[in-house]
């Protein structure tokens, strides 16, 4: 089998999206050798073979900072969406099937193509969303109604594509991601690491997000404004993530509580420094209004990081009963729970974190792929071509 990826998604710093491309392709690899990947670089199809994308990689010709920035432009991403289109339709020829693990394929194809829906944020809340990207997704929706199959991450991902898409059930299949191997490294001493962060193990709380409305990063900010002074001076709030779109709507408070230091924007950091960070904190905060599956989540269960996340949503799905579920937006029960925390000492239960870490077994990356592969199987053994119109 020959089977092609949207590559453009490593121009940039892996988020969630770019990180289960990642990996999938890794995992895919291991469980059948004699498949061949090929990324599409908005350009021309690469086989992984001789050009697989690192950290940093740029798998373009133009320099990822300079598509970065044409990108901020709305005729620039439409002159940038088109020039992949065209290329791609000539680049694809040569593939078995496409994945497209960012929703669509590049431009309209036959060949057979599994889309990858991650979530529906779109549609229940656009105004999260910049006027344009919403446009542009919703131009391309009808696609899915005529897919065979459809990927998605979580329970919660699928009935919401089986309620506003109106696909059946039977052609929606979960595949939940696994998790990077980093987090589940053993337990290390952090404290220099964590030291050069003005931080000190088990006395602050984690924060992790792209900066944006739907992250929900403000009831965050309100509830830990609410804290006793006196915990404020211990426990600092840390949020990491890079920068998004939209009005955060941050209260009026935050520029006194970062001269203090008590809430730190630290911006993307990679995998070393949020591994530390994870296992850490004296507790983690994840109150995304929505979300399709939540890869922080697992990340932090992974070092034996107890989450706070938002109910009725897909964390609290992936969470199961050893995570502590809130209303998005009361910040209220986000404040009681940063004192929970605390006086229950979650950073230094050892049992606490045990189950934590037993609750991630079930994210894996070889029984995704293991699955994606059976996926891969069905489509083309259908014969059904109308997945990537």
Known sequence: MIIGFDGTIFNTAKTGIGYYTYFLIQYLQFEQADLEIRLYDGLRMRSTAS??????????????????????VALARAAWRAFKSAGFRRAAQKLDLFHATNYFTPAKTDIPTLP???????????????AERVRWMEARMEAF??????????????REIETLLG????????????????????????WETLAAMDLVPGRFFLCVGALEPRK????AIRAYEDLPELVQEKFPLVIVGPPGWGDLDLPKAIERLERQGRVRFL???????????YQECAAFLYPSSYEGFGMPVTEAMATGTRPLVSSDTAPHEICGDVGINLPPFEKTAWRNAMLQAIEEGWWGDSLLRSRLRKRTEIFDW????????????????????????
């Open 116 to 130: 990858l829906i991650h979530d529906l944020s779109h549609i229940r809340h656009p105004e999260w969303h910049p």
């Open 267 to 277: 911006g993307y950091l990679g995998e070393h420094l949020m591994r530390a960070l």
């Open 216 to 219: 929900n990063v403000a009831t």
């Open 366 to 389: 070889r029984a995704n792929a293991r699955a994606t592969l059976d996926l891969y199987r069905l489509l083309l053994a259908s014969g059904d071509l109308n997945g990537g119109r």
């Open 145 to 158: 109604s005529r897919a065979p199959l459809i990927q998605t991450v979580s329970h919660f991902s699928a």
């Open 167 to 190: 696909v059946p059930r039977s052609r929606i299949h979960v595949t939940y991601p696994g998790i990077n191997p980093s987090y589940h490294a053993p337990a290390r001493d952090e």
């Open 51 to 72: 050009k697989w994308p690192s950290e940093s990689a740029e798998m373009t010709s133009l320099p990822s900072k300079t598509i970065e920035r044409l990108r901020r």
